[in-house]
């Protein structure tokens, strides 16, 4: 086991130089850069100093060789249009409400998913079946803006003398409330339908039988038994999911007025500011990463059989 | 979600195989079959698939005809009918500049589920000549290509498709397909490569070679045939991604823009009238929904159809 997640962490670090290169070759074949805009007529020898001084007038694997140094090192360079500010500052400020409210949709979708699924499973083919399922398929289909859209105009305004929740904003517990929900209804959905139809299958197994005919009490064959080895892929699927709802949340940061990492990243494409976009990137494509060495290491632990096939 | 998890890929594994033949009754005639008949028998046999694949037609339809035969121009400003309720004359109501919604609606259908269908066609050209490849071949290339493919999984998706928005540096149709595409083939090339790396194994195929069949032969004539089934099941998994990706690149407002709509466009439009007029936001949203309701159902109901080992409970 120990070799295992030796192995899938040192194989990490390929992956990180690899997505870094692929972002960084990308991004420069963005045309123009923040000191060539037409609207800042700024004379050529000024443009050339700063080019110098920002170093873009290098070679393009020497400015990689530097830039990788300086995500090794945690450093992701100044930014490239606001002065007196750096990459880092910006992640700093913006990037722990884009994860809290990541995690918390994560959490209210597994939370809430999950269980449904199994109530699901266990009572197939039931009203509460189809109901469950009917929610489930609707909720994984209708878009998020919709949803933040709907939860605002009836939780906030419409009752909102009610519930007193507010329309925007990421400071008190209230706020918190509806970007959560608006972000983690679709993965909800998603993981609901994704255990029951585990459960189902796992239900099937021969397993399942004997530990029945040995005269185990159902609930233990529930918890032990099945949904153990019915969650394996929940498991494989939240990786994914997870890293999907810390670097896709742009919709629900821009509607709920979230100073997330979202919004900031469309402001600095547009702006072209080079480094804090490569930095940003390289981020969220780092959490994405690590989201899914983490099942991959999990899934290693519920399935053994995986140890040696994934490593 | 933009990806379908891992897991799904494992289905990919069991080959394709023809239904159990029922035993005939005796003095009745064989009935003829094969494959794609099986497959429809069984997918009309699936009432939510088929009623979702009647809904999806009709949606196709409507998008595809109503332009052309509407009494309305769907660019037509007229301030005197602004912002009105669903009527007879106007079944979804007009919008902040008088135009008819209905018709609207279905001119933003046709860029919605074009960029759709062109950007899942993109994703499985990519996916199937990289799957086939990999686990046609085989070994050390077969290697060294999923652990690429392993690194490209670390891409986020929707910063990749921002990023390629602006390296195109407009965005009209065929930038946002390609801005779609371009992170989003993965989960495809590795079933192809499963599919491939499983129908090689078969008799057929080694015959094939003994015979002395060249590779691309084998390849084309004994391999990619067979992993059709998989491939018309992968066309509506893939389809509702690219579809919510081209609305959400639309509301942030790096899609389409005016005068053209997409459904993502339409809805950024509604957004901002929300509070006052909540309809224009949720008719483009509701056909989004709509549709991807309907090709997860399809998508289900191809998968137990073409692939019945592999059938949900």
Known sequence: MTTFVLRRLVWTVPVILLVILLTFLLMRQIEGNPFRTSERAIPESIQQNLEEKYGLDDPWYVQYLRYVKGVFTLDLGPSLVLRNRDVNDIVREHFPPSLELGALAMLFALVFGVPLGMLSALRANTFFDYGAMFVSNVGFAIPSFLVATLLIYFFALEWGDIFGLPTSGWDTWQSKVLPTIALGLGPMAYFARLTRGSMLETMQQDYIRTARAKGLRWRRVVVVHTLRNSLIPVVTAAGPILGFLITGSFIIEQIFAIPGIGRYYVTAVTGRDYSVVMGLTVLLALIVIVANLVVDILYGFLDPRTRDARA | ?313
């Open chain 2, 1 to 313: 979600m933009a990806r379908a998890p891992r897991a799904a890929t494992s289905h990919a594994d069991i080959p394709l195989e023809a239904a159990p033949v029922t035993a005939p009754l005796a003095g009745a005639p064989v009935r003829q079959t094969n494959l794609w008949k099986d497959a429809w028998y069984r997918y009309i046999r699936n009432r939510a698939a088929v009623v979702a694949g009647a809904v999806f037609v009709l949606l196709l339809l409507y998008c595809l005809i109503w332009p052309a035969v509407s009494p309305y121009d769907p660019n037509d400003v007229d301030f005197s009918q602004a912002r009105e309720m669903p009527s007879l004359e106007h079944p979804f109501g007009t919008d902040t500049f008088g135009r008819d919604l209905f018709t609207r609606t279905a001119l933003g259908g046709r860029i919605s589920i074009g960029i759709g269908f062109a950007a899942t066609l993109v994703i499985l050209a990519i996916g199937v000549a990289y799957g086939s490849l990999s686990g046609f071949v085989g070994g050390r290339l077969d290697n060294g290509m999923m652990r690429f493919l392993d690194a490209l999984y670390g891409l986020p998706y929707l910063p990749f498709a921002i990023i390629t928005l602006a390296v195109i540096g407009d965005s009209g149709f065929w930038s946002l397909v390609i801005a779609l595409s371009i992170a989003s083939w993965l989960t495809t090339a590795r079933i192809m490569r499963g599919q491939v790396m499983t129908l090689k194994q078969n008799d057929y195929v080694r015959a094939a070679h003994v015979v002395g069949a060249r590779r691309h032969r084998v390849l084309m004539r004994h391999i990619l045939p067979n992993t059709l089934g998989i491939l018309v099941i992968a066309v509506f998994l893939e389809l509702p991604g690219v579809i919510l990706g081209e609305a959400f690149l639309s509301f942030i407002g790096l899609g389409i823009g005016p005068p053209d709509a997409s459904w993502g466009s339409m809805a950024q439009e509604g957004y901002k009238v929300y509070r006052v007029f909540p309809l224009l936001i949720i008719i483009p949203s509701v056909a989004i929904a709509t549709l991807i309701l309907c090709a997860n159902f399809i998508a289900d109901g191809l998968r137990d159809a073409l692939d019945p080992r592999t059938r949900e409970t």
